[in-house]
């Protein structure tokens, strides 16, 4: 079963962490490679925490490494399955997806995580390839674009593969650009590349 290195928590929590507890389990993460179905239970339906990058030393950007998960949070309410539709639409498999802990029938409120074939490296990399996946998937929390994010887990999962269908970058770039193509005309398409470029800093 194929495992992917991430920055874990194994300390597992049934609500959301908060106060002095953050910066703790933030200090607890370790590097570890975890098959992908047991990271799913761990953080999904176990509530341990991770952040998909690692990092040489603390977690923050200046010692960001790499990271091969794009992790997305939802907290606006729109339900998973308009977000399920829409990686289908754009041919961006799902890995796993799980409920926060704010969770509700009322409100919906979720993660979803998405295996690219390569991880990449450096945070201005890691940054623009998740930027991309936060063009395609707009209604997101804007902070993932933070590529040194930790996230909780949950009390619930929403979707597990059956097998990690992993996205190549060539595969990332047809649906942001498909997904530009959706939502602007063609007069407007080409400026708004250009500004996602320059706002991400690549020439």
């Not at 990271?67 to 308009?82: H, T």
């Not at 939502?183 to 590349?193: C, F, L, P, S």
Request: aromatic residues 12%; contains cysteine.
């Amino acid at each position: 079963m194929k495992a992917y290195t991430i920055s874990f928590d194994k300390v597992a929590y049934t609500s959301k962490p908060s106060g002095r507890e953050v910066g703790t389990i933030s200090n607890r993460l370790i590097t570890k490679s975890i098959q992908y179905d047991i990271l799913a239970h761990l953080c999904g339906e176990a509530g341990c925490s991770f952040s998909p990058a690692v990092f040489n030393g603390k977690r923050r950007r200046e010692t960001y490494i790499g990271q091969q998960l794009i992790v997305l949070d939802f907290d606006s309410g729109i339900k998973f399955e308009v977000i399920k539709e829409r990686a289908e639409r754009y041919r961006l498999p799902i890995l796993f997806a799980y409920k926060s802990f704010s969770w509700s029938e009322a409100l919906s409120k979720f993660r979803v995580v998405f295996a690219l074939a390569d991880a990449v490296e450096g945070a201005l990399t890691g940054e623009t390839v998740t930027a991309m996946f936060m063009q395609i998937f707009r209604e997101c929390d804007p902070t993932c674009s933070d590529c040194s994010r930790m996230f909780f887990g949950g009390k619930g999962l929403l979707y597990l593969a059956e097998k990690p269908n992993e996205i190549t970058l060539q595969d990332l770039q047809l649906a942001f650009r498909c997904s530009l193509c959706d939502t602007y005309d063609e007069k407007h398409y080409m400026a708004k590349v250009r500004q996602f470029y320059e706002k991400c800093g690549v020439k």
